[in-house]
T-cell receptor
Framework: GAVVSQHPSRVICKSGTSVKIECRSL??????MFWYRQFPKQSLMLMAT?????????EQGVEKDKFLINHASLTLSTLTVTSAHPEDSSFYIC???????????????FGPGTRLLVL | GQNIDQPTEMTATEGAIVQINCTYQ??????LFWYQQHAGEAPTFLSY??LDGLEEKGRFSSFLSRSKGYSYLLLKELQMKDSASYLC??????????WGAGTKLIIKP
């Protein structure tokens, strides 16, 4: 149990376009989902936390209007990078937390990540 | 403030044992997690400790001392595939994870 999928795994887009990334919990209901960004050889940086049916809580320094998060159901959250620019190129990873058979309820299970390259 | 400290890099030999230490300071405490992250991939869950003591899971064990704000991850019978970064994360009173920068473990034949 506790499988999280993420789509797409890689995306290349032109500067100024928007990109949507989906995160799904496949075999459990995710009461909370998290979105992280990771630059090469750096630690995970939490961008925002979202609970199903409510607005996401963004970390300091993360632009809400640029990184739109929707957590419409207990199994799906989306991150839309609006008007992407080259500096937004990064590895975006989602994680989900909920009651599973895989471990403690507090555990975050990660999706495989999405590598975004903005040209 | 909240902080997680772990070594940046460690080297060990295939077949040996290695211990990766982590010290933490969090606002409240709801457990300590260890994750493994291979290069270019997302982290995978290894262990969770909320009570003092040692939790063993096959070749991997994790230890916690709440009074010392200290944890370690012990890897036995090292294999080349264990080469990865190991992330220590403390959970605070708001159930938020505070992440360490990760320890890059290099396994040599």
């Amino acid at each position: 149990g506790a499988v999280v999928s993420q789509h797409p795994s890689r995306v290349i887009c032109k500067s100024g376009t928007s990109v949507k990334i989906e995160c799904r919990s496949l075999d459990f209901q995710a009461t909370t989902m998290f979105w992280y960004r990771q630059f090469p050889k750096q630690s995970l940086m939490l961008m925002a936390t979202s609970n199903e049916g409510s607005k996401a809580t963004y970390e300091q320094g993360v632009e809400k209007d640029k990184f739109l998060i929707n957590h419409a159901s207990l199994t799906l959250s989306t991150l839309t990078v609006t008007s992407a620019h080259p500096e937004d190129s990064s590895f975006y990873i989602c994680s989900a937390r909920g009651e599973t058979s895989g471990g403690p309820e507090e555990t975050q299970y990660f999706g495989p990540g999405t590598r975004l390259l903005v040209l | 403030g909240q902080n997680i400290d772990q070594p940046t890099e460690m080297t060990a030999t295939e077949g040996a044992i290695v211990q990766i230490n982590c010290t933490y300071q969090t606002s409240g405490f709801n457990g300590l997690f260890w994750y493994q992250q291979h290069a270019g991939e997302a982290p995978t869950f290894l262990s969770y400790n909320v009570l003092d003591g040692l939790e063993e899971k096959g070749r991997f064990s994790s230890f916690l001392s709440r009074s010392k704000g200290y944890s370690y991850l012990l890897l036995k019978e090292l294999q080349m595939k264990d080469s990865a970064s190991y992330l220590c994360a403390g959970m605070d009173s708001n159930y938020q994870l505070i992440w360490g920068a990760g320890t890059k473990l290099i396994i040599k034949p």
